[in-house]
């Protein structure tokens, strides 16, 4: 029986999540394949033996990698069920499930019209959310957006929103331009940092797999197989809308989050958010979903609060 040497390269996934604390979960894998010998050196692991045991071994760790990427965890019994069962996703059927975030949390739609978005994302390509601060706009999109792109169904991930309240004046903000844009851009970076391990969302942003940038960055071009949210959509003006709208290429999907109540547009000047509400509400592959305060998330005086305002 000849013997062969097989590589792995296993990319930027996280080694903690695959191969343990103090490789425990590596040296529990080397006792699931007696066959084979494993040498594990960084992100490469060198299998030795059989050329069939080796091709065995090479497809059980592309379905832990392909579990760790989807459910960011893998334990001990998961581990064991993968070598040993054909299946072992146990998904939650649950309209409301969105995806995995990092350390296996659950991220799904927590009030019924952040399931609105969800079935509304799935039958149209443009979705415009609106609803007060704290409903889970911002955050219910990025989600659909991560699992979109780990399901292979974008190349890429481009969020964007108006770099400040009177559009996009940055010059008398202190810093360079990368610390004047940060504040702006912060709570996208919350929400992927929730959704994907701090190397891979590196290795992301690095690529240009997934873009955060201001609206002004927009123009000119055309969005293909790509998810893009607009966040922030009331601070638009009505041409900043209409160029980004008019921004989207084939296979994408785009989602237009904001709050008509908090329009902070200097001179009187119309919301781009309003005026595409208008404009845009008898297209019947543009869905459009209100939230309200029931479907605040945050602390429950934040409820009161919005309540207090529209009186």
């Known amino acids: ?26 040296d ?13 050196r960084g992100n490469i692991v060198k299998a030795i033996g059989n050329v069939e045991h080796i091709n065995f071994f090479e497809s059980k760790l592309n379905a832990m990698l392909s579990h760790i990427d989807e459910y960011n965890r893998l334990t001990m019994s998961q581990i064991e069920r993968l070598v040993f069962d054909d299946e072992i996703k146990v998904f939650e059927n649950k309209q409301d499930f969105i995806l995995y975030g990092n350390d296996g949390k659950t991220i799904k739609a927590r009030t019924s019209n952040q399931r609105a978005i969800l079935d509304v994302i799935y039958k149209k390509d443009i979705v415009f959310a609106i609803g007060p601060a704290g409903t889970g706009k911002t955050y219910t999109s990025v989600a659909l957006a991560v699992k979109a792109l780990k399901s292979k169904l974008v190349k890429r991930i481009i969020l964007t929103r108006p770099a400040v309240e009177a559009g996009e004046s940055l010059g008398f903000l202190p810093g360079d331009y990368k610390d004047k844009l940060d504040p702006y851009i912060r709570p996208l970076h919350d929400a992927l940092s929730d959704m994907i391990p701090t190397d891979k969302l590196k290795e992301y942003l690095e690529n240009g797999i997934i873009q955060i940038a201001p609206l002004g960055f927009m123009r000119g071009r055309t969005l293909d197989k790509s998810f893009v949210i ?51 509400k008898n297209i019947k592959d543009i869905g459009f979903v209100y939230l309200d305060e029931k479907d605040v998330i945050r602390h429950k ?5 919005i309540k207090a305002y529209k009186n």
Do not use: W, Y
């Open 1 to 26: 029986m000849s013997i062969s040497e097989k590589i792995i390269d296993l990319g930027s996934i996280d080694l903690v999540l695959l191969f343990g604390s103090n490789n425990k979960k590596f």
């Open 28 to 40: 529990r894998i080397k006792k699931l394949f007696p066959d084979i010998k494993l040498i594990s």
């Open 230 to 280: 607009l966040d922030e959509a009331q601070n638009c003006t009505e041409s900043q809308m209409k160029m980004f709208l008019t921004r989207m290429g084939v296979s994408a999907k785009f989602v237009i989050n904001g709050d008509i109540t908090q329009i902070d547009l200097p001179n009187h000047k119309k919301s781009g958010l309003c005026d595409a509400q208008n404009k845009l």
């Open 301 to 305: 005086l934040v409820k009161t609060i």
